[in-house]
């Protein structure tokens, strides 16, 4: 019975040793099979990106729920990490034999291919964009994001919210330091677009903290909470009002988004009414064509 002991106990440490190695391998290198290749690099873009995490909503079902307490990283910093993830995702997609694979196989790569590559292509054009615009810029997607696809069934939920809040002027600064680095690009909104998200934010602060949609879209989905006792409702509610008022509004407010908008206003000319005013301004708007159609 020993002997038979010790043969399981040792077949189970080879097979945690293989396990181990395997999960190494396709972690840190090019996994043996391009099916994984094709998960790992999946999920590797979705780690990076709690936001759209959230949005997608597949991994609440199994209790994975973390991420809902974050925001996405969008300094330059994670901007320049995530160019050169492409390039690397690119280069491992390259070294598996496309000849190899079946035909759903080399549809899969060359979907995969066509996206890395046109990416890699358009790197230089990375800054090339208005992160703060009127029509979708982060200091309207980020409200909207919170008031529509923040889960919110439990306590839990709205713990994340509050703590999605607190991060507000966090995020705002990623946005700030990019901004600032594409003004040193000579990469600067148009005047209108500068005038319109002004007006937009200003009235965004506008309000009471309790008249804002990250407190009434909150508490209305509250209410939906069997589960809340009166008193941890109101304590919710509470801290989201203070979130809301020392967090949020602030990294809108004069010495964040709105000073530094107000600054461009002021000093900078901003006739630059097309994409044709930006550095290599031809050459990015034969990218975006070539990127966003099959023509």
Known sequence: MKRILKWIALLLGIGVLLGTALAIQVVFFRPFDIRIFYEKIFVQRLLEDPELLTQLGLVEQFGINGHNARLTDVSPRQTEKASAWIRESLNQLHAYDRAKLDEDGRLSYDVLDYYLTSSVAGDKYRYHNYPVNQMFGVQSQLPTFMAT????????DADYYIQRLSLFPDKFDQVLEGLKLRETRYILPPKF????????????IGKMPQENILFTSFAKRLEKIEALNQTTRERLLGNAETQIRQAVYPAYAYGSLIAYFEGLQQQKDLNNNGVWSLPDGDAYYDWEVRSNTTT
Do not use: I
């Not at 696809?149 to 839990?156: A, F, I, N, V, Y």
């Not at 677009?193 to 965004?204: D, I, P, Q, R, T």
């Open 149 to 156: 696809l923040h889960p919110l069934t439990s306590k839990e």
């Open 193 to 204: 677009v500068v005038e319109k998200v002004l007006a937009e934010m200003h009235s965004f």
